[in-house]
């Protein structure tokens, strides 16, 4: 993944570097000190490629840029650049957060940019410029260049799992189907990402001990738009053979009510999602 080792943004290619990279290395030049960019906005700004492809942009390309700008879906520096990218943060007063303070009150170790606050919307670019290259509006923007970051909107999601690797196999299939993109994988988590808003899968060292219940007391589940009833049933069709189970079968497709076409669903850890037909 982008970032893990830091030799590889030393390396150049001898035949030049393609296209692709010189736009997403502009783009990176572009951030402003103290705000910060993930692989996968950058991605939705060329309209080309996905957020891995723009990690390895910045893994084979990146030094003579601000890479440290360019982050990971939750807000985490490159791996094995966190010091380094920690330095360029103090000086450029960039909002972080999470990890244990260090000398200066900063946190360090296990620390995030704060996404929320950081958080670049070229909306100067957009303004001048229209649809970037690949005929899509950059992120954080929708039609009319109304910014899709407002506050109030959901920011993202995070949910702690017990097998991230059962996880990875159930969700990943359904977010993918429903139409969120991959957009990180480091080892304790994974990152989908919808627009403006990701989805985050952990499981690291702080996880209790304990399953999930959905009946106590917490998040019981989440609901997603899943498109027409044909779509809806498609998914239900699949979702078997992806780790999920039918609740309230007896039910279906109205066991949310008479007017509520919609599929509840349960992965093997217990987690259950909605997914409504609209």
Wanted: charged share 20%; glycine share 16%.
């Amino acid at each position: 993944m982008p970032g893990d080792v830091g030799d590889a943004r030393d390396a150049q290619d001898p035949a030049g570097i393609p296209e692709h990279a010189e736009v997403v290395l502009a783009l990176a030049r572009a951030i402003p000190a103290g705000r910060v960019a993930t692989y996968g906005d950058l991605a939705k700004l060329i309209g080309v490629g996905g957020a891995r492809q723009v990690g390895q942009v910045m893994s084979r390309y990146g030094s003579d840029v601000p890479w440290w700008r360019v982050l990971r879906a939750g807000g985490r520096p490159p791996v094995g650049l966190e010091e380094q990218a920690l330095q360029h943060y103090r000086v450029e007063g960039t909002p972080l957060v999470g990890g244990l303070p260090d000398s200066a009150g900063l946190p360090r170790g296990g620390y995030r940019v704060d996404l929320r606050r950081a958080r670049w919307s070229p909306e100067s670019v957009t303004a001048s410029s229209g649809p970037t290259p690949g005929g899509q509006r950059p992120a954080g923007q929708t039609q009319g260049g109304r910014t899709a970051y407002g506050r109030g909107g959901l920011h993202h999601v995070e949910v702690w799992v017990a097998d991230l690797d059962a996880a990875r196999a159930s969700w990943g299939w359904l977010l993918e189907e429903l139409g969120w993109a991959l957009g990180d994988d480091w080892g304790q988590g994974i990152a989908w990402e919808l627009g403006p808003v990701y989805l985050v899968l952990e499981s690291g060292p702080d996880l209790m001990a304990g399953e999930h219940q959905r009946t106590r007391p917490g998040v019981n589940h989440l609901a997603f738009h899943g498109g027409t009833r044909e779509q809806v049933d498609t998914l239900v069709a699949s979702a078997s053979a992806h780790g999920w189970e039918l609740l309230f079968a007896e039910r279906h497709p109205y066991a949310g009510g008479p007017e509520h076409y919609a599929a509840y669903l349960q992965d093997g850890q217990g987690f259950e999602v909605e997914v409504v037909a609209t």
